[in-house]
């Protein structure tokens, strides 16, 4: 590939996306080292770009073809997409996956003192958002009318300041409402990172690297949502034991040296195992019970 082809992925320079983007992409086996000063940090060892934005930014660039990938929250995306499209501006992309990371919703929050029914409560009202299309694209389908103030940032601050008598914003947690006064009454929309393509043709060796990413960021996501397991089971409870493994239906079974009464058991899950369930598996009189993280999986 020449210099002017390599892939070019837009990812958030500095927030709640950079660094488990970052992560993700070295655990795909690209080398790069980020220089806090640079906005372009260079692949060593594949043909691949890394553009460092604000995430606002970043749905644009993969719309407009400027870069061939970007990693953003599903709210920024779909927020662009229905502002482009109502201003007739490129609005397509393709979502190759949605990611393990940036889990948040977008939700109506009102002051303590409101009362607050449904929805219909803000009838005619000010809601402060930096989301105003996917806030009236909920109002519009209820019917309900209300006036925007559009803030960027610090949005919780605005029912205290007199700005608007309610907010629509970013909820994780619920610590930031909490500490402002506010309470969750309505969630519009949840999202999670996402990864997504541009529609522009690829020549065949991007979409061969592309094609490859996509292949090895599925195994990074699989293998941490996985466990491997090795318990020791009576043979009369190995059904029972086997069943509570979530997702390991083919387990390894292996003999043990001097004892026909039980057996070695390898399985890969599909989940976590909680306490819970490693006291349901004792219960059924396994032992030696390992939990352990899986670094990579493929095939
Ligand atoms: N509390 C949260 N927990 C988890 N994910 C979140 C949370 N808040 C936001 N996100 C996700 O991370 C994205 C980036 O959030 P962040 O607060 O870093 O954005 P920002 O302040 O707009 O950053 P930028 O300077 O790049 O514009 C959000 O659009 C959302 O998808
Ligand atoms: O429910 P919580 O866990 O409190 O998270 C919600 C807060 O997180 C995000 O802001 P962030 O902290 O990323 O700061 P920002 O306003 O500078 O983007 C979001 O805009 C909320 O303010
Ligand atoms: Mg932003």
């Not at 958002?129 to 949005?155: A, D, E, H, W």
Request: with cysteine; hydrophobic share 40%; charged share 25%.
């Amino acid at each position: 590939m020449t210099a002017s082809n390599r892939l070019r992925i837009a990812i958030q320079k500095s927030g709640r996306l950079s660094e488990e983007s970052q992560k993700l992409l070295k655990k795909c086996g690209v080398k790069f080292n980020v220089n806090e000063q640079r906005l372009i940090a260079h692949a060593d060892n594949m043909p691949i770009d890394l553009l460092r934005v604000r995430d606002d930014d970043i749905p644009g660039l993969v719309m407009d073809g400027v870069v061939d990938l970007g990693i953003i929250g599903e709210n920024v995306l779909e927020e662009e997409e229905i502002e482009r499209q109502s201003l007739g501006m490129p609005s397509e992309y393709q979502k190759l996956k949605q990611l393990d990371f940036g889990g948040c919703r977008l939700s109506l929050a009102v002051p303590k003192e409101f009362t607050y029914q449904d929805a219909y409560s803000l009838e005619g009202l000010r809601i402060a958002t930096s989301y105003p299309n996917l806030l009236r694209r909920f109002m519009q389908n209820k019917g309900i009318n209300f006036r925007s103030c559009l803030l960027k940032g610090s949005v919780e601050v605005a029912p205290r300041a007199g700005l608007a008598d309610g907010i629509c914003d970013l909820v994780s947690t619920g610590a930031t409402l909490e500490a402002n006064g506010l309470y969750e009454t309505e969630v519009i929309y949840r999202s999670m990172a996402c990864i997504i393509q541009s529609q522009q043709p690829q020549s065949d060796e991007k979409q061969q690297l592309i094609d490859t990413l996509l292949s090895r960021i599925n195994g990074v996501i699989r293998a941490r949502g996985s466990k491997y397991i090795l318990l020791h089971a009576p043979v009369d409870a190995l059904e029972q034991i086997v069943a509570l493994l979530p997702g390991a239906e083919n387990p390894t079974v292996l003999p043990l040296k001097n004892d026909t009464s039980r057996v070695a058991v390898h399985a890969v899950s599909s989940e976590d195992l909680f306490w819970d369930t490693m006291e349901q598996l004792t219960s059924l009189g396994a032992s030696s019970i390992l939990v352990m993280p899986i670094e990579k999986m493929m095939g």
